[in-house]
């Protein structure tokens, strides 16, 4: 359900910020265009909104910036902690995952994520938006931003790119987690009754805007 990635986010939460403000050169491109990319997410949400993966509550911060009631949902207790510390009490965050978590009171209205959803396999990618797709009702809202390519030769010539310039871990990265296709999301919205856009923020990620019919 991700969590096979937790220990790499329990190490990382103390360095989390500093790498996503471009200070790790081996992932600047894909934190480039970083806060557009939150704030696009945070512009597209709407009413009640689950976040998956605060992280350190980066995306939550412009969320509750923009009016949006937030239950937050995130599996690595040092990043709870670091979420907390930034956001006071304006928000829940409980521990849990895109699959298995506690729903709020409240109507779900948005289901938002930004640099998480590759954690999950494509059959657990399916599983969730299908999940979501029973929770939620018709106008709805998914908006995902995260690492994803339009073919597989796409995916394949971004990992050999990463070698040539001696990015390895990011390589490593891009091989160890379950990085997937345009094709495979967009058909995996629609057989549960969501229409997409995709929109390019940088070489690496795309927003996923799916709107429940």
């Given at each position: 359900?991700?969590?096979?990635?937790?220990?790499?986010?329990?190490?990382?939460?103390?360095?989390?910020?500093?790498?996503?403000?471009?200070?790790?050169?081996?992932?600047?491109?894909?934190?480039?265009?970083?806060?557009?990319?939150?704030?696009?997410?945070?512009?597209?949400?709407?009413?009640?909104?689950?976040?998956?993966?605060?992280?350190?509550?980066?995306?939550?911060?412009?969320?509750?910036?923009?009016?949006?009631?937030?239950?937050?949902?995130?599996?690595?207790?040092?990043?709870?902690?670091?979420?907390?510390?930034?956001?006071?009490?304006?928000?829940t965050i409980e521990d849990g995952d895109f699959i298995e978590f506690n729903l709020p009171k409240e109507r779900v209205d948005s289901i938002v994520s930004t640099y998480a959803f590759h954690h999950l396999t494509d059959d657990e990618k399916q599983e969730a938006v299908a999940k979501y797709g029973n929770l939620l009702e018709p106008g709805g809202k998914i908006v995902f931003a995260d690492t994803m390519?339009?073919?597989?030769?796409?995916?394949?010539?971004?990992?050999?790119?990463?070698?040539?310039?001696?990015?390895?871990?990011?390589?490593?990265?891009?091989?160890?987690?379950?990085?997937?296709?345009?094709?495979?999301?967009?058909?995996?919205?629609?057989?549960?009754?969501?229409?997409?856009?995709?929109?390019?923020?940088?070489?690496?990620?795309?927003?996923?805007?799916?709107?429940?019919?």
């Amino acid at each position: 359900m991700g969590r096979e990635f937790l220990n790499i986010f329990e190490d990382w939460a103390s360095e989390y910020d500093a790498s996503v403000h471009g200070h790790d050169e081996e992932y600047k491109e894909v934190f480039n265009r970083y806060e557009d990319i939150l704030q696009s997410v945070a512009d597209l949400s709407k009413g009640n909104v689950v976040e998956f993966g605060v992280g350190t509550g980066n995306l939550t911060t412009k969320l509750v910036a923009n009016g949006r009631a937030v239950h937050g949902v995130e599996p690595s207790q040092p990043m709870r902690e670091l979420a907390i510390e930034k956001l006071g009490d304006v928000i829940t965050i409980e521990d849990g995952d895109f699959i298995e978590f506690n729903l709020p009171k409240e109507r779900v209205d948005s289901i938002v994520s930004t640099y998480a959803f590759h954690h999950l396999t494509d059959d657990e990618k399916q599983e969730a938006v299908a999940k979501y797709g029973n929770l939620l009702e018709p106008g709805g809202k998914i908006v995902f931003a995260d690492t994803m390519f339009e073919s597989e030769e796409a995916f394949e010539d971004t990992i050999k790119q990463a070698n040539a310039r001696g990015y390895f871990n990011l390589a490593e990265d891009l091989q160890r987690e379950y990085y997937t296709t345009i094709d495979v999301l967009r058909a995996i919205f629609e057989k549960n009754g969501f229409e997409t856009t995709f929109t390019r923020f940088n070489h690496f990620v795309w927003v996923v805007n799916a709107t429940k019919q």
